[in-house]
């Protein structure tokens, strides 16, 4: 693709040969002269000097004293990655169900559906055209997964479960076992029936073997744009707003509420019925006690999760202990030596 064709595509402006082709994409400091690549931070900023890259995609304010071939965007990230997708598409999906994958006879397919080998398709489910059910996936009773969804291999979707469009589920992802709830009675556990369900908007994408839980009574809700890493746990119930970022390893309790564009980073853990308001942070490891209220906006770190200035006061003071010690002890023996005198 030429550099003016895909600036023209991305509704950019570009400088330098626009007729240069560019067949690849590689990190600024490895790319070649075919290969396109990106300017976003101070570090590449530098590299990008020395770069044998064929174009840069930069900011607008980005310095270009050697008249290098350059495409100016607001956002040199997101534009990288919709050029990625033009010039690196993925394979084409054949559409048609594997003779090897089990289709029930009231299952709905749309068109141009792919279903892969030893798949599972159950009664009453429908799903959507041009959506790809890989190898080795389990799909419940009247589950419906809409158009052009990607479900890798191994995922499974219990009963009952709907999506929207555009989603994309890692390899093995469970969507729709039951949430962990239990009544102690007579000295033992019994089992609060799990008859709720799970509902998936449009647009998001949730990393391998993680597991969403279906509601007791109601719905656990992953809103649109939300993207859930890697081994990440939604409860029972939970509310899960729209273009929320949710890093590896994290843990929802029972009942919690996300709102709209918060970030959450790794490893954190929320106690049931807590809430996250809109575009707050969680930094990663943190720890939000049950029922707790994170404030939007607020950068919050920590076990117990506290605001980031307190919590880096916190650590500061923590670092002065050893020397806070000695002088104590030292202070100690002088009082000693002036009550033996």
Known sequence: MRVRELAEWLACTYEGDGEKRLTGVAPVESAGSSDLSFVNNPKAFRQAQSSSAGCLIVPPDFDNPGGRTLIRSAEPRAAFARAVARLLPPPPVEPGVHPAAFVSPGAQLGEAVSVGAFACIEEGARIG???????????????????QCILYPNVTVYDDVEMGDRVILHAGCVIGADGFGFALSGGRYEKFPQVGRVAIGDDVEIG????VDRAALGVTWIGDGAKLDNMVHVAHNCRIGKHVVVAAQTGFSGGVVVEDYAVIGGQVGIGDKARIESGAVLGSGCGVLSSKIVRGGQVVWGTPARPLKEHLEQLANLARLPAMRSELAALRRRIEELERR
């Not at 055209?129 to 158009?147: E, L, P, Y």
């Not at 391998?208 to 597991?211: E, G, T, Y």
């Open 208 to 211: 391998a073997n993680s597991c």
């Open 129 to 147: 055209a041009g959506t790809r059910i890989g190898s080795g996936c389990a799909i419940g009773r009247r589950v419906h997964v809409g158009q």
